[in-house]
């Protein structure tokens, strides 16, 4: 009897596929890849923001250098929120896009949109549409109301996404004391209390008594207002609560 050996018989070759003719076998790994869901950060950073930007406001004295941090964090969550309303559309279509739905069939987490509102969808969604845009294709898509554009909580939502174009693409401009602030000034005046930390002063409103926890707050309210609308209509998971 001869021992057990490691080696093949010589009658059982690898197959062809697998093997070179020098006898070295080909191995294929299979590659891994996986996405992040960037909303909830988002929504955190601006909460933490915002929350931020009260304290600063309700502290009697003020230590120095506050302004700089001050602005930081009001600046931080205004851009949020609105990163949060964009990250949040963009993250629903891809999870829509990617699922295999059968026929008559409705998505595990969004039980408003069918196989046919995914066929829609990928037929009409455009990567470069404004971000209440997406909201609303997604919406039509399903067969679902879509926002009325001059009432709450698109309304809002708009303004804040304008407010944060305003900071990203920020040109300087000159500011009258008096007299007729500007479109957008009016359209923002009467949404928030002004700066704490400005109150008073002759500065003008935009940007020196508007940029505060007033705002910050506001930008929170207008942002979860618009999505808990919106998850409401497609059945979706509710955003969580965070806190800063």
Known sequence: MRPASSEPDGDMALPKSESSREGRVKLEIASISSASLLSGTFLWTAAYGAQRCQDIEDEATRASGWRTEHICYVITAITSF???????????YWEVRRANLKVGHCHPQFPNVTSKSQSYLLAKW???????DKYDVILACAGLQTF???RLPYQNASM???LRNKLVHYRPE???HEG???TFTRKLQNKFPECAAHFGSDNPWW??????????KWAH???????????RRLRAPAVPQVEG
């Open 221 to 231: 309210d207008s942002a979860r207002a618009l999505a808990d609308e919106w998850n």
């Open 207 to 216: 940007p020196d008594k508007a940029l505060g926890a007033g705002c910050a």
């Open 82 to 92: 609105a990163a949060f309303l964009e990250a949040l559309v963009n993250e629903v």
């Open 160 to 162: 804040l996404v304008d």
């Open 148 to 150: 009325e554009k001059g």
């Open 180 to 182: 007729d602030p500007g």
């Open 126 to 132: 455009d990567d470069r549409a404004k971000i209440l």
């Open 174 to 176: 000159m500011q009258l």
